[in-house]
C-alpha cells in the first residue's frame, strides 16, 4: 500500500481527466459505462467508475487496506451502505494524492485482470 498522506494543497487537485489518462494507460483497459456513469474495463470487468455522485471514484480495493485507508483519511476514503460486504471503496478525487490514485489504480487493475495478462505488466511472459 502507498503510504497515506497528510491533507494536500488544491495545487496537486485530480480530475476524473487524470483518472481516464491513467487507467486507459494499463494494457487492454477499454472504457464504457457502468450505472450510467463512466467506467473502466480490463477484459470486461469492471475496475473503476465515476460515482453518480460527482467527482468520486469507485475502485476495487483489498477489505483490510480500505479499513487501513479510511482509518488513515475519512475525507478522501470512505464508502456507503452500498458498499459496506462488497471490496469496493469511494475516493475523493479533490483530495487524494496523484501517486496514491495511481497505486490504487494500479492495484484495483490487477485485482481484475487475469493473472497472464499482471504478469506481462510486471514484464513476465
Excluded: C
Excluded at 86 to 93: A, E, I, T
Amino acid at each position: 500500500m502507498a503510504s497515506v498522506q497528510g491533507p494536500k494543497s488544491n495545487q496537486s487537485a485530480v480530475t476524473f481527466a487524470t483518472v481516464r489518462k491513467l487507467a486507459l494507460a494499463m494494457p487492454e483497459t477499454t472504457e464504457g459505462t457502468s450505472y450510467g456513469a463512466p467506467a473502466f474495463f480490463v477484459r470486461g470487468k469492471l475496475f473503476a467508475r465515476k460515482h453518480q455522485s460527482g467527482e468520486v471514484l469507485v475502485i476495487k480495493i483489498d477489505m483490510s487496506e480500505r479499513r487501513q485507508r479510511m482509518a488513515a483519511d475519512p475525507k478522501t476514503f470512505y464508502i456507503t451502505d452500498h458498499y459496506l460486504k462488497h471490496p469496493m471503496m469511494l475516493v475523493r478525487l479533490s483530495s487524494v494524492y496523484p501517486d496514491d490514485l495511481r497505486d490504487l489504480l494500479e492495484q484495483s487493475w490487477r485485482r481484475s485482470a487475469p493473472a497472464r495478462l499482471t504478469a506481462s505488466l510486471d514484464g513476465g511472459p
